[in-house]
C-alpha cells in the first residue's frame, strides 16, 4: 500500500527543513525537499560597502561561521585584484582547518551518531567488556570500566526518572539499530566527550579572529598582526598555544572518532548501497600551499565528477555564464524573465514570490513551488556537494594522501570503491578528510612558524582600501568549501557599492527542489530506495538526510512572510 509521510521539521540539523516521502510496499518511492525559512541576505546587502559584507553574510549560519566570511573577502579581492599576503593564506587556512575539526566531530557525533547509536541499549552493556572493545580499538586513556560504569550509572538516572534530556524523542529499539551494548555505550561516552573538546579548537579563531563564533576578517588579508614579542599581537605564547590545540584536535579525531567511525560502520556496511541519489559530484576545493591563485596547489583540488566516473575530473569555473545557474521554477521567488529562466549569480535576481495571504509554507503543495532554496545547476546537471565530493574529486584527481587514507578504510572494511557512493560513504568522506585536515593544519602552521622565523610578518595588503581607486564597476566571485561543500558569493560592485550579491551554499546545491526538468537534487534523489522498516519511525530517512549534514539557515537568505522589513540593524 502506498502512503506519504512528511518529516518537519528535520531536528539535529542547523534551520528549517522539510522532507516528504512516498513509500511503497516498505521503499521510498518519491521524495520532496523544501526549505522553509528565509531570510534575505542578497536583500539585506545591496547599496553597502563591499568591505563590510563578510561581517553580515558570516552570520548566514552559526555553524559555518567562518566560511561565509571567507567567501565573502574573497569576492571582493577578486572584484578589485587584490592578492593577500602569503601568511594571510596560511592563517585563513588555520581557520579553516580549525572549523572542520569541530564541526565534523559535532556532525558525527552529535547531529549523526543517533541515527546509529540506541542510547537506552547502552544500559545493557558489560563495562568490563566495553573497557576490553575500547582499548583495543584506541589508546585514548579514557576507556577504563570504572570510567563506563559510572557512566552507564549517569545515563541509568536519566532514562529512571523519564526524562532522557538531550537524548529524548528518538527510536530507541528500532529494529534498524544492530550495534551491540558496547558499542553503544562506548558512542554515547564519545558523545560526552565531544560536547566538552570542541569547545576547545574554536579558540583558534578565537586567537586569530577575536572571537568565536563569527571571527573578525578583512578584505585584503586578515586582522591579526604577527609580534612574538608584544602582547597585543600574536605572540610565541600564543602561537604555541595554537598549536597545542590542533596537536588535542589531531590525537582526539585518530583516538576517538576515527575508531568510532570505523566500529560503527562495520555494522552498517548494507548502508554502502543505500542513500547514492546522485552521480555528479561537485568541489571548489581549496587549502592552498602556494597562495590561493594558484589552484593546483590546493589540499582539496577543484573539479567536477560526472556519471560517478573516477577515471576524469572536468574544470569548474565559477565566473564562466553558462556553468553556475539559478533556477526558480519550484521555488518562492519570481524572475523578471519568467520561471524556466537560468540565471548566473553576477545575474541573479531575489524577488520573492507569494500566492495568498498566509506563509506559503503553510500550505505547502509539492505539484506547486515548495521551496524557499533555490535550484542550482553545473550546466544544466545536478551536483552533490559535501565531504564525499571533495574526497571523490581528490581521490580521482590522483592526491596520493588522499588515495592512502581511502583504500585503507576501503580494505579495513572489506567493502568495494563503490561503496562510496552511499549515505555510509558520504558519513565516512567526512571522517577521512578530518582525518587529513587534522594533519595539515600542523603543515600550515609550520609554514607559518617558518615565515616569522625569516621575518616575514606582514599580514594585510590594503593599498587597494580606498574607494576613489576603484573602477565604476567591478565584479567577483569568492570560492571555498564550506565542510557541507561547495560555497561561493558573487558580487557586483557599481560606484563603490554592493549592486548584486548572492550566495550559493551547499544545501542550496543540495537540499534544492525540483528544476524545470524535473530533475531532482541531491537530498531527494538519495532517498529514492530507501528502505523504510516502520513508516511511524523513519530513522532510515533520517540516516540520509543527515548524512549531507544539513544547513538551512545558509541557504535561505530577515524579512516576514509578506516582505516587510523584521528589524533593521542601524549600527554594526
Not at 541509568?156 to 528500532?174: E, M, P, R
Request: charged share 20%; proline share 6%.
Amino acid at each position: 500500500m502506498a502512503s506519504r509521510i512528511v518529516i518537519d521539521p528535520i531536528t539535529r540539523i542547523e534551520g528549517h527543513l522539510r522532507i516528504e516521502i512516498a513509500v511503497q510496499d516498505g521503499v521510498v518511492t518519491d521524495a520532496f525537499s523544501s526549505g522553509t525559512m528565509v531570510r534575505g541576505f542578497e536583500l539585506i546587502l545591496k547599496g553597502r560597502d563591499p568591505r563590510d559584507a563578510w561581517a553580515f553574510v558570516e552570520r548566514a549560519c552559526g555553524v559555518c561561521t567562518t566560511v561565509h566570511a571567507l567567501a565573502s573577502v574573497r569576492a571582493v579581492e577578486d572584484s578589485l585584484g587584490i592578492t593577500v599576503p602569503p601568511n594571510a593564506d596560511l592563517i585563513r587556512n588555520l581557520m579553516f582547518c580549525a572549523q572542520y575539526l569541530q564541526d565534523h566531530v559535532v556532525h558525527f557525533y552529535h547531529l549523526h551518531a543517533l541515527d546509529w547509536v540506541d542510547v537506552v541499549s547502552a544500559l545493557s552493556a558489560d563495562p568490563k567488556k566495553t573497557s576490553e572493545l575500547a582499548q583495543s580499538l584506541s589508546n585514548w586513556p579514557k576507556s577504563s570500566p570504572g570510567y563506563f560504569s559510572d557512566l552507564q550509572k549517569r545515563l541509568k538516572t536519566f532514562v529512571d526518572s523519564g526524562q532522557l534530556g538531550i537524548f529524548a524523542n528518538a527510536y530507541w529499539g528500532h529494529s534498524a539499530y544492530k550495534l551491540p551494548a558496547e558499542v553503544n555505550l562506548i558512542g554515547v561516552a564519545h558523545y560526552l566527550e565531544a560536547l566538552e573538546w570542541q569547545k576547545e579548537i574554536v579558540k583558534v579563531h578565537a586567537i586569530f579572529g577575536g572571537k568565536n563564533p563569527h571571527p573578525n576578517y578583512l578584505v585584503g588579508g586578515v586582522p591579526c598582526s604577527l609580534n612574538i614579542d608584544e602582547a597585543n599581537s600574536i605572540n610565541a605564547e600564543r602561537l604555541a598555544h595554537v598549536a597545542k590545540l590542533f596537536d588535542d584536535a589531531q590525537q582526539f579525531v585518530e583516538q576517538v572518532y576515527i575508531p568510532d567511525l570505523l566500529a560503527i560502520a562495520s555494522f552498517y556496511k548494507d548502508w554502502g548501497a543505500i542513500g547514492g541519489g546522485l552521480s555528479n559530484y561537485m568541489a571548489y576545493g581549496d587549502l592552498p600551499v602556494n597562495g590561493y591563485g594558484d589552484v593546483s596547489s590546493f589540499k582539496f583540488p577543484r573539479g567536477i565528477i560526472l556519471n560517478r566516473n573516477l577515471a576524469e575530473v572536468l574544470p569548474v569555473d565559477g565566473k564562466d555564464p553558462m556553468q553556475v545557474q539559478e533556477f526558480v521554477n519550484n521555488s518562492w521567488y519570481d524572475y523578471a524573465a519568467g520561471d524556466g529562466t537560468g540565471l548566473h549569480p553576477w545575474d541573479g535576481e531575489t524577488k520573492l514570490h507569494y500566492t495568498g495571504p498566509k506563509p506559503p509554507y503553510e500550505e505547502l503543495d509539492v505539484t506547486k513551488k515548495y521551496s524557499w532554496l533555490k535550484t542550482p545547476r553545473w550546466k544544466g546537471q545536478p551536483m552533490e556537494v559535501g565531504p564525499l565530493s571533495r574526497v571523490l574529486v581528490a581521490y580521482a584527481s590522483g592526491s596520493q594522501e588522499v588515495k592512502e587514507v581511502v583504500d585503507s578504510t576501503l580494505r579495513t572494511l572489506d567493502v568495494p570503491v563503490t561503496a562510496l557512493f552511499s549515505t555510509l560513504g558520504r558519513t565516512a568522506a567526512r571522517g577521512l578528510e578530518t582525518k587529513l585536515v587534522a594533519g595539515w593544519a600542523k603543515e600550515f602552521y609550520n609554514q607559518l612558524i617558518d615565515n616569522i622565523k625569516r621575518g616575514e610578518v606582514r599580514t594585510a595588503d590594503t593599498t587597494r582600501w580606498d574607494p576613489a581607486s576603484w573602477p565604476t564597476e567591478a565584479k567577483g566571485v569568492g570560492l571555498t568549501e564550506a565542510p557541507r561543500g561547495a560555497l561561493a558569493h558573487w558580487i557586483v560592485i557599481r560606484d563603490q557599492k554592493i549592486d548584486n550579491y548572492q550566495l550559493v551554499v551547499p544545501s542550496t546545491w543540495n537540499a534544492s527542489p525540483r528544476d524545470a526538468q524535473g530533475q531532482r537534487s541531491a537530498y531527494e534523489a538519495s532517498l529514492v530506495g530507501t528502505p523504510i522498516a516502520n513508516p511511524d519511525q523513519p530513522v532510515e530517512v533520517l540516516r540520509t538526510i543527515h548524512s549531507f549534514d544539513p544547513c538551512l539557515a545558509c541557504a535561505v537568505h530577515i524579512h516576514d512572510e509578506h516582505g516587510s522589513t523584521v528589524h533593521r540593524l542601524e549600527t554594526f
